[in-house]
């Protein structure tokens, strides 16, 4: 089980890792590590996709408690490789913004998924974050520090969203208050596919 953690505790330990992984290495005109961890968060669909990851895995608990996150980025990171390397991918922009639906979709309803199948969604949907990541790094970029970074900040970024349910879990209405919020990140993905 998570331990249940104050927000002032939680609010430090996201500010003190944040920027110590963003300067874990040092880059060479600014297209390495940062640039890459940096990446996630430039986009809403990454960032509420990847939000939604971490806050699905709290919501769930147990083993799912980082072994969804844990998934989401070592196939992420398979997706990076593709994208890198130029392989073909079919729909990306549409598998990124169902993503964004999906995930909304399965932390409002709140019910307690099978954790392979969970895994196996998020695995399907890190296919295509990863692949856009990899595809968008910058031609002059150090590609493995690079990848290094955007797993990272995909990390930090989990993180937030399992901080984010242990703190609503401690409100009166939390439970109602996560899924709420996965309603509205399933609603941004809507509107997501709409601009398709």
């Given amino acids: 089980m998570f331990p249940r953690l104050s927000l002032p505790l939680m609010t430090l330990l996201v500010a003190f890792f944040t920027p110590a992984m963003a300067l874990a290495h040092s880059d060479m005109g600014g297209m390495g590590f940062s640039a890459g961890f940096s990446h996630p968060v430039l986009g809403l669909d990454h960032l509420l996709a990847m939000l939604s990851v971490g806050m699905l895995s709290a919501q769930m608990g147990g083993r799912a408690l980082w072994s969804v996150p844990l998934t989401f980025v070592v196939v992420m990171l398979v997706?990076?490789?593709?994208?890198?390397?130029?392989?073909?991918?079919?729909?990306?922009?549409?598998?990124?913004?169902?993503?964004?639906?999906?995930?909304?979709?399965?932390?409002?309803?709140?019910?307690?998924l099978p954790?392979?199948?969970?895994?196996?969604?998020?695995?399907?949907?890190?296919?295509?974050?990863?692949?856009?990541?990899?595809?968008?790094?910058?031609?002059?970029?150090?590609?493995?520090?690079?990848?290094l970074g955007f797993a990272a900040g995909t990390g930090v970024i989990h993180l937030v969203g399992v901080f984010m349910v242990q703190l609503f879990k401690q409100l009166k209405q939390g439970r109602a208050l996560v899924r709420y919020c996965g309603a509205g990140i399933a609603g941004v993905g809507i509107y997501l596919l709409s601009g398709l």
């Fill in 115 to 147: 954790t392979v199948l969970v895994m196996v969604g998020v695995s399907f949907f890190a296919v295509f974050h990863g692949y856009a990541h990899g595809q968008e790094m910058p031609s002059i970029a150090q590609p493995v520090l690079y990848a």
């Fill in 79 to 112: 997706g990076g490789v593709m994208g890198m390397m130029g392989i073909p991918l079919f729909s990306i922009e549409l598998g990124i913004s169902l993503s964004v639906l999906v995930l909304g979709v399965a932390i409002a309803f709140g019910r307690r």
